[in-house]
């Protein structure tokens, strides 16, 4: 399986926007990008995923790298609410249909009011 | 609202004893997981079962076994607690969409903070 590298916590203002990176040196060219977060206290919850093309949901905007390398998960506004841990995941979709995802220790966030 | 519930925020337990933790979930998904989550370790697979009676090792299965008589419950259960299996479990579901899909949110119960003394 293919390995995702995170930096282990990031800090940010309210209001303003952050970038989470993610590098996936390894990735083959079927894996999917797929980005989770979990609030404290709670199960983790979807954000977001993409292949090749940048992805925009109400959540938050995926930039994916031309080679694929790497991947920047955006909160455009951030907000006490989104302090978090963000986990980025490869998945190849082509497998036999458990869907299993590999977390890491993903970036825990910190947001400053 | 999709719903996935597990039996008990929190448990305790002494070593040695036979423990039951269970999930249920209402939206009719065919997969179900088990995690653990570790400090420094993230979340790890246990085990996960993509239909009734179906089951899969993941990542960690030793000192576990898995149990889905119906549909919509999935329960883990360890035999004969030790203190290592200190830890907090996490249920989670998703739907099967067939072999190539690329959407499969899993969506995850609140977490089992189990202590074993």
């Known amino acids: 399986d293919a390995k995702t590298t995170q930096p282990n916590s990031m800090e940010s203002n309210e209001e303003e926007p952050v970038h989470l990176p993610c590098n996936h040196s390894?990735?083959?060219?079927?894996?999917?990008i797929h980005w989770y977060r979990q609030l404290p206290s709670q199960g983790p919850e979807y954000v977001i995923h993409?292949?090749?093309s940048n992805v925009n949901n109400r959540m938050a905007s995926l930039a994916i790298a031309e080679d694929r390398k790497s991947s920047t998960l955006i909160l455009h506004r951030a907000t006490l609410r989104d302090a978090a841990v963000y986990y980025c995941?490869?998945?190849?979709?082509?497998?036999?249909?458990?869907?299993?995802?590999?977390f890491g220790t993903g970036t825990r966030l910190k947001v400053l009011a | 609202d999709v719903k996935v519930t597990q039996s008990s925020r929190y448990l305790v337990k002494r070593t040695g004893e036979k423990v039951f933790l269970e999930c249920v979930q209402d939206?009719?998904?065919?997969?179900m997981f088990w995690y653990r989550q570790d400090p420094g370790l993230g979340l790890r697979l246990i085990y996960f079962?993509?239909?009734?009676?179906?089951?899969e090792k993941g990542d960690i299965p030793e000192g576990y076994s898995v149990s889905r008589e119906k549909k919509e419950r999935f329960s883990l259960i360890l035999e004969s607690a030790s203190t290592n299996q200190t830890s907090m479990y996490l249920c989670?579901?998703?739907?099967?969409?067939?072999?190539?899909?690329?959407?499969?949110?899993?969506?995850f119960g609140p977490g089992t903070r189990l202590t074993v003394l």
């Open positions: 989670a579901s998703s739907l099967f969409l067939g072999s190539g899909s690329s959407y499969n949110e899993q969506f």
């Open positions: 079962s993509y239909d009734v009676k179906m089951k």
């Open positions: 939206m009719d998904h065919e997969n």
């Open positions: 390894t990735i083959s060219g079927t894996d999917y």
């Open positions: 993409g292949l090749t």
């Open positions: 995941i490869l998945r190849d979709p082509r497998g036999s249909g458990t869907y299993k995802y590999i």
